[in-house]
């Protein structure tokens, strides 16, 4: 059974770091691509990050780049998403997820296939 | 680049109901569509613009026109009662993901 874990999620002051990680189970993690998503309280779903299999593509939503860093360590299993400069914007449950392909139609498409149950951030004074 | 989706939608049970999601990056690139519920993380219903993925039940559709998604749901269920978020890639740069604001279906 695909289990993905996240944690690391806090109550931090504005302007303070957290590094949020991600447990993956299941699978063969170092095949997949894996993304973030966040929510912020009672909003809507937010793209912020991927990473590819072998960490060479790496992007960032303009809303979080050159805050964010994103990284992965398949021999652990496990994605981080390292976050600094915390803004009261980013409070927010984090979800990582796995980025799977499946065929349809004639054609391969990519799809976020497994979440973890998410982690809390809270950036407050 | 942005999609949009209307807020909030009502169907009454057993009918159907259409959810739309609008955006450039839709010309030229497929959609997802996730279901999610309170408390719980989102969860798949199509893929690739009109796949539905193993457990999704039959009553889930998927369609585009131009730079409009669709997702019907024929015969809706209570439990349907749910977020829908569609999700694609930014049109100005097609590396990047990107959710509609999401719609708030109410089964009547």
């Known amino acids: 059974e695909v289990q993905l874990v996240e944690s690391g999620g806090n109550l931090v002051q504005p302007g303070g770091s957290l590094r949020l990680s991600c447990a993956a189970s299941g699978f063969t993690f170092s095949s997949y691509s894996m993304s973030w998503v966040r929510q912020a309280p009672g909003r809507g779903l937010e793209w912020i990050s991927y990473i590819s299999s072998g960490s060479i593509t790496i992007d960032y939503a303009d809303s979080v780049k050159g805050r964010f860093t994103i990284s992965r360590d398949n021999a652990k299993n496990s994605l981080y998403l390292h976050i600094n400069s915390l803004r009261a914007e980013d409070t927010a449950v984090y979800y990582c997820?796995?980025?799977?392909?499946?065929?349809?139609?004639?054609?391969?498409?990519?799809?976020?296939?497994?979440w973890g149950q998410g982690t809390l951030v809270t950036v407050s004074s | 680049s942005e999609l949009t989706q209307d807020p909030a939608v009502s169907v009454a049970l057993g009918q159907t109901v259409r959810i739309t999601c609008q955006g450039d990056?839709?010309?030229?690139?497929?959609v997802n569509w996730y279901q999610q519920k309170p408390g719980q993380a989102p969860v798949v219903v199509i893929y690739g613009k009109t796949n539905r993925p193993s457990g999704i039940p039959d009553r889930f559709s998927g369609s585009t026109s131009g730079s409009t998604a669709y997702l019907t749901i024929t015969g809706a269920q209570a439990e349907d009662e749910a977020d829908y978020y569609c999700n694609s890639r930014d049109s100005t740069n097609t590396r990047l993901g990107v959710f509609g604001g999401g719609t708030k279906l109410t089964v009547l």
């Open positions: 990056s839709l010309r030229s690139y497929y």
């Open positions: 997820a796995r980025d799977g392909n499946y065929y349809g139609s004639g054609n391969y498409y990519s799809l976020f296939d497994h």
